[in-house]
């Protein structure tokens, strides 16, 4: 397939918490990044931190991508932009399941849009998919050709109809590349502890409800469950550092860029390997902080997946890629950039 050569990457929800570190990957790698976000979930003293990180001011445009108008005029301004990564989407589950057509709006309008807009441009394209796809997987670790599962909620079909759109769609230009990366569950922050997770609110997800019960933003953290069939009886997911996820995008683009790609949308786990329970993960961070942690043990959370982790040697295959973090750094990095919000009251 031809190659686009290394150029400008567009990052949509380049101020949030995957796209940030991604940013900072693209820059450390020579990529020259313009992001693209409308602050709805994150903040613009973002872009200054990724400046003290790299020392490179990455482009930034207030721009909200339900906005058709502003965006093809954005897109046409920018006739240098050879790869576009996108993050920009809502992302929780709950509030999917209370307003879906906010999600269909938010995920799905916006990347038709996003699309719609680069029709006309040889452009290669990543786009954040989730394991959420695979529901509770038939086997473990989970491949990538295992069977996609009717979503749980309007959020995890955002993500299946996303890849869907972008399937289709690529394979009907010779113009459009796509990699489409399933991440596991992305935890802890860069190792500057200048950027990490910003939950807006009550955290939903379990490590920044961790650190914000360890810091003493909240009272206990609950379990939710610990009756289920696996070693001890709480739920088993693939952590992976965000940092080594943001990694996983830069060799997306560079295999893209050097015409690597075997089909014109491909797909790949982005995780560890390796599974880890909820209790567990409170051990470990306990070990490393000498914190004990106020929690007790609560009732299942309705919908949850039981057990995932993936198969991820697609990704060392194909992508040249490897997650390099263990638990450990995860959860010291998310610690010391907890404590760096809570100093600095960022
Ligand atoms: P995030 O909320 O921190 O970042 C998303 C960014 O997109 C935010 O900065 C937000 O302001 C921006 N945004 C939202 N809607 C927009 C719009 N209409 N126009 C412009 N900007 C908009 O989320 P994240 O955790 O960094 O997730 C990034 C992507 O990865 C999302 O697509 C998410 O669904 C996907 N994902 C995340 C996880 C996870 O656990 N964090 C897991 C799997 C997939
Ligand atoms: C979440 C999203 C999923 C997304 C995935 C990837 C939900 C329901 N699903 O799933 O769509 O693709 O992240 O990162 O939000 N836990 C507790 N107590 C808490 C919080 C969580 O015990 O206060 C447990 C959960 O039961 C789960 C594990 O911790 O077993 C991880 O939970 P979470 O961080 O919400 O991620 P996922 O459930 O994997």
């Known amino acids: 397939m031809k190659a686009l050569k290394q150029g400008e990457i567009l990052v949509t929800g380049g101020t949030g918490y995957i796209g940030s570190h991604t940013v900072v990957e693209l820059q450390n790698n020579g990529y020259e990044v313009i992001i693209l976000d409308n602050l709805s979930n994150s903040n613009i003293k973002v872009v200054d931190q990724i400046k003290s990180i790299t020392g490179i001011a990455p482009g930034f445009v207030k721009l909200d991508l339900r906005d058709k108008t502003e965006l093809f005029h954005f897109i046409k301004s920018n006739p240098d932009l050879t790869g576009v990564i996108h993050f920009a989407a809502s992302k929780s589950v709950g509030e999917s399941v209370k307003n879906p057509l906010l999600y269909y709006d938010n995920n799905i309008s916006t990347l038709v849009n996003l699309l719609n807009a680069l029709k006309d441009r040889q452009v290669n394209f990543v786009f954040s998919s989730s ?87 909240r009272k206990e953290l609950i379990i939710f469950g610990d009756n289920y069939d696996t070693t001890d009886g709480s739920c088993i997911r693939d952590f992976i550092h965000v940092v080594d996820l943001a990694k996983a995008h830069v060799a997306a683009i560079k295999r893209m860029e050097a015409g690597k790609m075997d089909l014109a949308y491909e797909v790949f786990n982005v995780g560890t390997g390796k599974g880890y329970s909820v209790i567990e993960l409170i051990n470990t961070f306990e070990n490393i902080t000498g914190i004990k942690l106020n929690y007790q043990v609560g009732p299942p959370r309705n919908g949850d997946i039981v057990k995932i982790w993936g198969d991820v040697s697609k990704a060392e295959k194909e992508l040249n890629w490897k997650a390099e973090n263990g638990l450990n750094n995860m959860l010291e990095s998310a610690w010391a950039w907890e404590n760096y919000i809570y100093k600095n009251a960022f």
């Open 131 to 217: 394991c959420t796809v695979y529901g509770e997987p038939d086997f473990l670790p989970v491949t990538e050709d295992a069977a996609v599962k009717t979503a749980e909620s309007p959020y995890g079909n955002t993500k299946q109809i996303g890849e869907e759109i972008l399937r289709e769609t690529a394979g009907a230009t010779d113009n459009l590349k796509v990699v489409a990366l399933r991440y596991f569950n992305p935890v802890g922050a860069h190792s500057s502890a200048l950027i990490g997770e910003l939950p807006i609110g009550i955290p939903q997800n379990l490590v920044p409800f961790v650190m914000q019960t360890a810091i003493g933003k």
